[in-house]
């Protein structure tokens, strides 16, 4: 007999759900052949069987919550597949008569065997049923002019129940406060319109806006480190590394994939890394791993439409840049009125150890830079 066990789970994960058993009691099972789904607060993974055999038993059922090291299911590893069914098969006792056959009545069935010329009359009289209509004097649950006021009671899943911990946390722990500025996006869409297709040419891979921001905010930081720390305890820790987290909406909730060492990446190399979580976020091949730490998150609402929003901390962090919808608007440009394709930005940041005056030069970092990109070949 061996154990199939609940996992190590990843950094603080400590707790999963399960989500869903890909095999039932008496399945045969091969090493390495997954067996059930776990959910956890971050991701969902499958739990293969480290022995071949039959599954014998299965100790958690569907939408059990396990801790690392529990039993899920014992595997047999002394067990034979089924013996192969016998192709005889036996008569059915219902069975269907030959044509010339006579049909005895069944005791203690008391109905006679009808005829052409003797078919017993019909009574009128009708049994009420077991599930008969209620008289129209009864109480009727009260309805809308659109129809039943109905409800449903669903379980919030562990990732749900994960974001909303931490979220509420967010608030209560950090001092959180939000500026914001815009940013006119003539030069960046200029230079995209202009490189688009030699760059998709060359690198594989389209050229977004993103990638200009993750290299902006990652020149804002080296010039305001506080937003690249964490508080531990009663000491303030300085990141000398840039892992960029991208928030990506996915089905089951916010997931925060970080891009390693971002500074280090060519804009190819950001947009390639932005495009792969995007792709795995969708189709749930995320790995703890992909989510671990980070550094400084950047989320993206304007691709949902969001024009304006307070980005909330993504703890431990203490800074989170927020991007919004590109809008064409009217903005003054050396005494004249234009119309410009613009960005609202936003930083939330804990005012615990980053203050006002180094958040809003921040943000004005990062809007001189995406102005005008060339600054950031500069910065290499």
Known sequence: MSNIVVPELGESVVEARVARWLKKTGDRVEVGEPVVELETEKIDLEVSAEKSGVIASIARQEGDDVKIGELLAVVDETSLPSAPVSNKIAPASGAIAPANSKVAP??????????PSSVAPTSNKIAPAS?????????????????PRTEERVRMTKRRQTIARRLVEAQHTAAMLTTFNDVDMTAVMSLRERRKDAFKKEFGVGLGIVSFFVKAAIAALRAFPALNAEIQGDEIVFKRYYDIGVAVGAEGGLVVPVIRDADTLSFAQVERAIRDVAQRAGDGTLTLEDLRGGTFTITNGGVFGSLLSTPILNPPQVGILGLHKIQDRAVPVNGQVVIRPMMYVALSYDHRIVDGREAVQFLAKVKDYVEDPAGLLLEG
């Open 131 to 147: 599930g008969a209509i209620a008289p129209t004097s009864s109480k009727v649950a009260p309805t809308s002019p659109s129809g």
């Open 106 to 115: 069944t005791p203690p069935s008391n109905v006679a065997p009808t005829s």
